[in-house]
């Protein structure tokens, strides 16, 4: 099973500021995704990030507010941009070892924009 | 387009019962089904994946059915223990290769 680790666990950022959360997997991963979890709330996908290709966002996500790096099969960023308090989530990556396996996650940054 | 339902939202029982938690899904087109366990504010852990193939699978205390025709799943945990407090998710794996998750059932156990 992947081991991931996800950075900060927590932040308290000042509206209008960025945050970049990271996440490292302990193997390498093709498949890497980004989740939100608003409080009280499911978890809601925001995008796919595969290494060598652009990420691919949901519906009602867009690259400039979120965008994702992937630099190689270990590891991958998502930035939350001009944030606002309506961005305050638990914010998680997850991967999948090959489509349709287990799925794993980190433990997620608590995000509070104030 | 698939849906994902949890429930009791909530469920509250003393120390030692076992418990039942209950998911459904509306299209049966599904890879895999998948349980997960979230602590307040943490990630999620993994507990189960049972393919569509599958019936049943079985981790310890825990035991997860999967009746792919009728869109049901159970997460079956016995002798509940204070520390199996916790948030419980399941998620569907769909045809598009999407994990659909459900809401969650928040699980309490009293010593």
């Known amino acids: 099973s992947a081991v991931i680790s996800q950075k900060p666990s927590r932040d308290i950022c000042q509206r209008g500021t960025s945050l970049t959360i990271q996440c490292q997997v302990d193997s390498q991963v093709t498949m890497m995704f980004w989740y939100r979890q608003q409080p009280g709330q499911s978890l809601t996908l925001i995008a796919t990030a595969n290494q060598g290709s652009e990420a691919t966002y949901e519906s009602g996500f867009v690259i400039d507010k979120f965008p994702i790096s992937r630099p190689n099969l270990t590891f991958s960023t998502l930035t939350v941009s001009n944030m606002s308090p309506e961005d305050s989530s638990i914010y998680l990556c997850s991967v999948e070892e090959g489509a349709g396996s287990q799925a794993f996650f980190g433990q997620g940054t608590r995000l509070t924009v104030v | 387009k698939q849906e994902v339902t949890q429930i009791p939202a909530a469920l509250s029982v003393p120390e030692g019962e076992n418990l039942v938690l209950n998911c459904s899904f509306t299209?049966?087109?599904?890879?895999?089904l998948q349980w997960f366990r979230q602590d307040p504010g943490k990630g999620l852990t993994s507990l189960l994946l049972i393919q569509s193939s599958q019936r049943e699978q079985t981790s310890g205390r825990l035991n997860a059915s999967l009746d792919k025709s009728s869109g049901r799943s159970t997460l079956y945990i016995a002798a509940s223990q204070p520390g199996d407090s916790a948030t419980y998710l399941c998620?569907?794996?769909?045809?598009?290769?999407?994990?659909?998750w459900g809401a969650g059932t928040k699980l309490i156990i009293k010593p």
């Open positions: 299209d049966s087109a599904i890879y895999n």
């Open positions: 998620a569907v794996l769909d045809s598009n290769y999407q994990l659909i």
